[in-house]
């Protein structure tokens, strides 16, 4: 009998592929020895004027250093990244998918050609320590001072709060096989290995409860892998584990892609609550709860688990010593986004305390946003922090549900001022012809929204 497709890749693998993103961020944020912060050298001598540090090469911190170029070129602005290339999550789950020009190229791109192009200074390095009375930040390649920093690090795993029982090599071992993909990189690459590799059987992805990257990911991703999985011919369903009773962004436009395009494919079990993973016999426990409040626990085999963990605000936000609210997000002034504690920090991307949705898209208006209001701070102009606000369109979210044709849902948020933050208002359209949440206009455009955002961020 002759080698089928999965057969060759389940020899060959992905070795090459993950060789050309090695350099992208690990699968757990790691601990930093507290040796590696004594006598650093300076990276960076002063600056001949004001010099804007941003920790974080995302949606947001690229776009508030371009944004603060672009309204006061005199000053100087200094990109930190740890990662030495961009791989974005936005769009990922079509490359899961194998949809048409879903690949590396598209979802990668060099740090260095937009710093070239919008003239600000990129430095891959790790951020070790901020010293806020000092203005300076620490970094594994030596001190930088600033006089404003921008914080943008994104999320990182609370595998330890949600899991307590586990320790860290139970975490480091759940982390690597069954990836999350919430971070940008190889977790992306490996998820799909193992779906390249997969025989018959189920596939299992995990919500988790409480504020998550990008709340629609799990439900669009359940899509596209049940999409794969009828392109491919592998018998299986696709099982969503909520800890919510209903998807938790675009529920019923998720719900009728569910039911209409997938219904013998997707199963959506909710309020859910995982217990514990076998890696060893690849089973994942979890209970539910009935009316009468009995507990039932169940045993469920998986081929492929996608296990989402609780997410909190990246280290670095601690690092700081800001002020922040329960789930680690930084409590920012009023409608801007300039710390409480600190009015030389702004915070942007997905660890601000505001409600508003954590998406790629979001943190690229509050990047552009917040860049305006520093150029103009370090202009000596005042800043109307109130203005433009409430924000129409302010966030424009595509999940791609279809693959033949592509066809997507959306949701559109205004941000408004309430109970002292902005707060994201969503509407979730349908069609007007034939009633559905899904058009393929809209799967059209996601690909445009993605290559603007792109080109935006990183130019031509």
């Avoid at 001598?45 to 911190?61: L, T």
């Avoid at 009728?256 to 690849?282: H, P, S, T, Y």
């Amino acid at each position: 009998m002759g080698l089928n497709r999965r057969d060759v890749l389940k020899v060959g693998g992905l070795s090459v592929v993950a060789a050309a993103v090695g350099g992208c961020s690990s699968l757990i944020e790691p601990k930093t020895p507290k040796e590696k912060q004594k006598t650093q050298p300076t990276l960076m001598p002063a600056p001949k004027g004001n010099r804007v540090v941003v920790v974080g090469g995302g949606f947001g911190g690229l776009a508030l250093a371009k944004s603060v170029r672009q309204n006061n070129p005199e000053s100087e602005v200094v990109v930190l990244e740890r990662r030495d290339l961009f791989f974005s999550c936005p769009f990922s789950n079509t490359y899961l998918a194998e949809m048409d020009g879903a690949d590396l190229n598209v979802l990668t791109r060099d740090y260095y050609g937009p710093a070239q192009e919008f003239g600000y200074r990129f430095i891959q390095c790790e951020v070790l320590g901020i010293d806020r009375a000092k203005k300076t930040v620490t970094t594994s390649h030596g001190t930088i001072g600033y006089d404003i920093l921008a914080l943008s690090p994104g999320i990182a795993y609370a595998y330890d709060q949600q899991f307590p029982q586990w320790d860290a090599a139970k975490i480091a071992r759940v982390a690597q096989e069954a990836p999350s993909a919430m971070l940008a990189g190889n977790e992306h690459l490996a998820l799909k290995r193992q779906l390249e590799q997969m025989d018959d059987g189920d596939v299992v992805i995990t919500v988790p409860f409480g504020k998550y990257r990008c709340p629609p990911a799990p439900y669009e991703r359940a899509c596209m892998i049940a999409h794969y999985m009828e392109k491919e011919g592998i018998e299986g369903k696709v099982i969503i584990l909520d800890a919510a009773n209903e998807p938790q962004a675009k529920a019923g436009a998720f719900k009728e892609a569910f039911n209409d395009l997938f219904k013998d494919r997707i199963v959506f079990v909710g309020e859910v609550k995982i217990k514990d993973v076998n890696l060893d016999a690849k089973e994942i426990v979890y209970t539910t709860e009935d009316d009468n409040f009995n507990i039932k626990e169940h045993v469920l085999p998986y081929q492929v688990l996608n296990l989402i963990p609780q997410n909190k605000a990246n280290p670095v936000i601690a690092m700081a010593g800001i002020e922040t609210n329960a789930w680690g997000g930084a409590r920012l002034k009023g409608a801007g986004f300039v710390s409480v504690s600190d009015p030389s920090v702004y915070v942007v991307g997905d660890c601000v305390g505001h409600g508003v949705p954590a998406s790629g898209q979001a943190a690229n208006w509050a990047g552009k946003r917040a860049g305006s209001h520093i150029a103009l701070r370090l202009a000596g102009k005042s800043v109307d922090e109130m203005a433009g606000i409430p924000f129409k369109n302010a966030n424009m979210c595509y999940s791609m549900v279809g693959a033949d044709p592509e066809e997507a849902i959306m949701v559109t948020h205004e941000f408004v001022f309430e109970n002292g933050g902005l707060l994201g208002k969503g509407f979730v359209p349908k069609d007007a012809t034939t009633g559905k949440f899904r058009t393929p206009q809209l799967g059209k455009a996601t690909r445009e929204w993605y290559r603007g955002i792109m080109s935006d961020m990183f130019g031509v």
